[in-house]
């Protein structure tokens, strides 16, 4: 069974603060994706990445992918309270199926 | 351009009753896929349609669910009968190709009682 690790489950930082989350596996997979997830909504992506090494930035967060495509991490300069909400990893095991993390609770205090 | 629909938004129904779920897919996208969040677990794959043809069923649980997508449009996915452990969101996703973003919908909320 392929997982998908992702960490810390939940965290609460004060705006201004950096955080960073993981994701890891031990498959190996065709690319990364990551989502974030509002109540009552479904995931909305964010961010795709296919090549071992990529770093992708988007305003304030940057997606790394591991140099063996099995991990990724995603990080947020300069927390803001707009960023609340829950941010899923979903590695692609071939080009037609993702496998989700179970996801990172995120809530910016102001 | 209009997003992916589903259709209920929520549905609570007795253990043993019938219930079908449906999705609009982005006009155009040919590949369509379900997954379901049961509490507390991650988001499962249950299927992948391309057009109307199933490419990838293994991760639909059990023979009470069924899906299909005539004519290639929208998808249905009935579960009959419902059991208790079918409880949580059912989500529908398309994409126009490989390779490409998936969109999700805002999914159906699933109770079974």
């Known amino acids: 069974t392929q997982l998908l690790e992702q960490s810390p489950q939940f965290l609460s930082i004060q705006e201004g603060e950096n955080l960073t989350v993981y994701c890891n596996s031990s498959s190996v997979f065709s690319s990364l994706q990551w989502y974030r997830q509002e109540p009552g909504e479904g995931p909305v992506l964010l961010v795709t990445?296919?090549?071992?090494?990529e770093v992708k930035k988007l305003k304030r967060l940057t997606f790394q992918f591991g140099d063996a495509r099995k991990d990724s991490s995603l990080h947020i300069t300069a927390a803001q309270t707009g960023d609340t909400g829950l941010y899923l990893c979903a590695g692609a095991i071939r080009d037609d199926k993702i496998i989700f993390g179970k996801g990172t609770r995120l809530h910016i205090l102001p | 351009e209009a997003g992916v629909t589903q259709f209920p938004s929520h549905s609570v129904i007795e253990k043993g009753q019938t219930v079908t779920l449906r999705c609009d897919p982005i006009?155009?996208?040919?590949?369509l896929y379900w997954y379901r969040r049961v509490m507390g677990k991650e988001i499962k794959f249950l299927l992948h349609?391309?057009?109307?043809?199933?490419?990838?069923e293994s991760g639909m649980p059990n023979n009470r669910f069924l899906a299909e997508r005539t004519g290639g449009t929208y998808s249905t996915l009935k579960v009959q009968p419902a059991e208790l452990e079918d409880s949580g969101v059912y989500f529908c996703?398309?994409?126009?190709?490989?390779?490409?973003?998936?969109?999700f919908g805002s999914g159906t909320r699933l109770t079974v009682v």
């Open positions: 990445v296919v090549t071992g090494g």
């Open positions: 349609f391309v057009k109307e043809s199933k490419q990838d």
């Open positions: 996703a398309s994409r126009l190709g490989t390779g490409r973003g998936y969109t």
């Open positions: 006009s155009g996208h040919d590949n």
